[in-house]
């Protein structure tokens, strides 16, 4: 079994859809499918230092590149969409990452001039809350090949069970697989690891940690305005609101006045974005993770928290809501700020419960653990080349 996966982007910049991807081949790989990535060198604001038009390994997956062209939403490569014309026939399945770019249209377009099965992972951005962005941009791109990207698909991957119903329903699809994304979960190394990080001088005040991406999408304004609504009750004094993450320059501009007006640097940290080592102490340490927002069609760094024993505060809109609710592993809270602080205030001054649901977390996080969440892909991929219907 031999499989294409096609994204536009790999910069873990970009957040959850791009880190997966990486994740995902590297278990596929384990899993004995034999993988390949093709995408570009693009990265918010910049390119990433890559070598191009040639077979390379990228973290341990191997990988192609090519040179991106435009700005903002208009970037594309027509290198990558040559090269897939050229080389999609020697794969059996294409899986392809993503639909408003135009490597995934050229992906599919090229699969069905070869007859080469493929299957799209939306991230999200087709579910309501997705398509209302831009929405007559978006309109355009599904009238001039969108639709039939998705339409010809052999199945379209979503990745949990909300964002299939929303997706559905918004463009009349009805071949959707439910395959979540995974972590590597280790949980007695993962544990020991935390209370390590716990026991170290470096962090003597408990702290929430944001984790992502910063776009108003994530409701970060909301949460900072809750947290120190929260912080006035003399039992949460010491606590601190840590945001890990970058994003557009005028959103992080927002937020630094924000706790800057409010006087609020004792209580607030923006350490800017954090991957390998420094993330992972980060996570390892906190005591409760915030991810508040208002569209989240899975949540990999909720996923990646519980595995740590580390609780969660979460939106209804979160993929995982659902999970996290019936196995007891955080809180679940509105967008509102009055709301959120409600709920701070009671997560955050009883110790105990934050231990207990942080227990039943990762309880949960096994049911992510990659080694059976590439089974079941493999099982898919295995369906789409010999022209079976996937299981819904």
């Given at each position: 079994?031999?499989?294409l996966?096609v994204?536009p982007a790999v910069?873990?910049?970009?957040?959850?859809?791009?880190?997966?991807?990486?994740?995902?081949?590297?278990?596929?790989?384990?899993?004995?499918?034999?993988?390949?990535?093709v995408?570009?060198d693009?990265?918010?604001?910049?390119?990433?230092?890559?070598?191009l038009e040639?077979l390379?390994?990228y973290?341990?997956?191997p990988?192609?590149?090519?040179a991106?062209?435009g700005k903002?939403?208009?970037?594309?490569?027509a290198?990558l969409?040559?090269?897939?014309?050229e080389n999609v026939?020697e794969f059996d399945?294409?899986?392809?990452h993503?639909?408003?770019?135009?490597?995934?249209?050229?992906?599919?377009?090229a699969?069905?001039?070869?007859?080469?099965?493929?299957l799209?992972?939306?991230?999200?951005h087709?579910?309501p809350?997705?398509?209302?962005?831009?929405?007559l941009r978006?309109?355009?791109?599904?009238?001039?090949g969108g639709?039939r990207m998705?339409?010809?698909?052999?199945?379209?991957?979503?990745?949990?069970?909300?964002?299939?119903q929303l997706?559905?329903a918004a463009l009349?699809l009805n071949?959707?697989?439910?395959?979540?994304?995974?972590?590597?979960?280790e949980?007695d190394?993962k544990?020991?690891?935390?209370?390590?990080n716990?026991?170290r001088p470096?962090?003597?005040r408990?702290?929430v940690?944001?984790?992502?991406?910063l776009q108003?999408t994530?409701g970060?304004?909301v949460?900072?305005?809750?947290f120190?609504?929260?912080?006035?009750?003399?039992?949460?004094?010491?606590?601190?609101l840590?945001i890990?993450?970058a994003g557009?320059?005028?959103?992080?501009?927002a937020l630094k006045?924000?706790?800057?007006?409010?006087?609020?640097?004792?209580?607030?940290?923006?350490?800017?974005?954090?991957?390998g080592?420094?993330?992972a102490?980060?996570?390892?340490?906190?005591?409760?993770?915030a991810?508040?927002?208002h569209?989240?069609?899975?949540g990999?760094?909720?996923i990646?928290?519980m595995a740590?024993g580390?609780?969660?505060?979460?939106?209804p809109?979160?993929?995982v809501a659902?999970e996290?609710s019936?196995a007891?592993?955080?809180?679940?809270s509105?967008?509102?700020?009055?709301?959120l602080?409600?709920?701070?205030t009671?997560a955050?001054?009883?110790?105990?419960e934050?231990?207990?649901r942080?227990?039943?977390?990762?309880?949960l996080?096994?049911k992510?653990?990659w080694?059976?969440?590439?089974g079941k892909?493999?099982?898919l991929?295995?369906?789409?080349k010999?022209?079976?219907?996937?299981n819904?």
């Amino acid at each position: 079994m031999k499989v294409l996966h096609v994204i536009p982007a790999v910069s873990p910049k970009y957040g959850g859809p791009s880190q997966a991807v990486i994740t995902m081949c590297k278990a596929l790989l384990a899993h004995g499918v034999e993988v390949q990535i093709v995408s570009t060198d693009a990265e918010p604001r910049g390119r990433m230092p890559l070598e191009l038009e040639t077979l390379t390994m990228y973290q341990g997956v191997p990988a192609t590149f090519f040179a991106v062209q435009g700005k903002g939403s208009f970037t594309f490569s027509a290198q990558l969409a040559r090269w897939l014309n050229e080389n999609v026939s020697e794969f059996d399945v294409v899986h392809i990452h993503g639909v408003f770019s135009q490597a995934c249209l050229a992906a599919a377009k090229a699969c069905r001039r070869r007859g080469i099965p493929y299957l799209v992972r939306p991230l999200g951005h087709i579910e309501p809350w997705g398509l209302a962005q831009k929405p007559l941009r978006k309109k355009l791109f599904l009238k001039l090949g969108g639709a039939r990207m998705l339409n010809h698909a052999a199945a379209v991957h979503y990745v949990s069970a909300s964002e299939r119903q929303l997706s559905e329903a918004a463009l009349r699809l009805n071949h959707g697989v439910v395959i979540p994304l995974g972590i590597d979960f280790e949980p007695d190394l993962k544990t020991a690891a935390r209370e390590q990080n716990r026991a170290r001088p470096g962090v003597p005040r408990p702290y929430v940690l944001v984790l992502s991406r910063l776009q108003p999408t994530k409701g970060i304004d909301v949460l900072l305005e809750a947290f120190l609504d929260a912080r006035t009750d003399e039992r949460l004094a010491a606590w601190q609101l840590w945001i890990a993450g970058a994003g557009s320059p005028a959103y992080e501009a927002a937020l630094k006045r924000t706790v800057t007006e409010l006087n609020a640097g004792g209580a607030v940290r923006l350490t800017g974005w954090l991957e390998g080592e420094a993330k992972a102490e980060a996570l390892a340490g906190a005591s409760l993770l915030a991810l508040p927002s208002h569209h989240e069609s899975f949540g990999l760094c909720v996923i990646e928290a519980m595995a740590l024993g580390v609780p969660v505060l979460i939106s209804p809109q979160v993929g995982v809501a659902d999970e996290v609710s019936a196995a007891g592993a955080g809180w679940i809270s509105e967008v509102e700020a009055k709301s959120l602080a409600q709920t701070l205030t009671a997560a955050l001054s009883d110790r105990d419960e934050l231990g207990r649901r942080g227990a039943a977390g990762r309880a949960l996080a096994r049911k992510f653990d990659w080694h059976h969440v590439a089974g079941k892909l493999a099982q898919l991929y295995e369906a789409i080349k010999h022209g079976a219907t996937p299981n819904a």
